[in-house]
């Protein structure tokens, strides 16, 4: 299974963006995905999930409000639609797929794409 980020850059404080992740490989309607980010000498952090059926979300207390995760089985792509983008957003953003479940936590999912850098200037 393959999971490639793309629609990283730099922005503005203020400005949006929005990540997409394309999974190959497997059964995408079966997975739940999940988006995290990560900075130099941190630990990954949640960002958001969807459920597989597309129904049930959670975000980060950080994002909520300015963070949307949406999915497109028909195309096996999820995305963050990121608005009102904050310096403290910047990091390596990475989309997840998690088999078995609905999770926050990164270390149950199961296959993770390679990373989109984000980075917002002040």
């Known amino acids: 299974v393959q999971l490639v980020e793309s629609g990283g850059g730099l922005v503005q404080a203020g400005g949006s963006l929005r990540l997409s992740c394309v999974v190959s490989?497997?059964?995408?309607?079966?997975?739940?995905m999940g988006w995290f980010r990560q900075v130099p000498g941190k630990e990954r952090e949640f960002v958001a999930v969807?459920?597989?059926?597309?129904?049930?979300?959670s975000y980060a207390d950080s994002v909520k409000g300015r963070f949307t995760i949406s999915r497109e089985n028909a195309k096996s792509t999820v995305y963050l639609q990121m608005n009102s983008l904050k310096p403290e957003d910047t990091a390596v953003y990475y989309c997840?797929?998690?088999?078995?479940?609905?999770?926050?936590?990164?270390?149950?999912?199961?296959?993770w794409g390679q990373g989109t850098q984000v980075t917002v200037s002040s």
């Open positions: 997840a797929a998690d088999r078995s479940g609905y999770d926050t936590r990164a270390y149950r999912y199961n296959y």
């Open positions: 490989g497997g059964t995408f309607e079966t997975y739940s």
């Open positions: 969807i459920h597989r059926g597309g129904g049930v979300l």
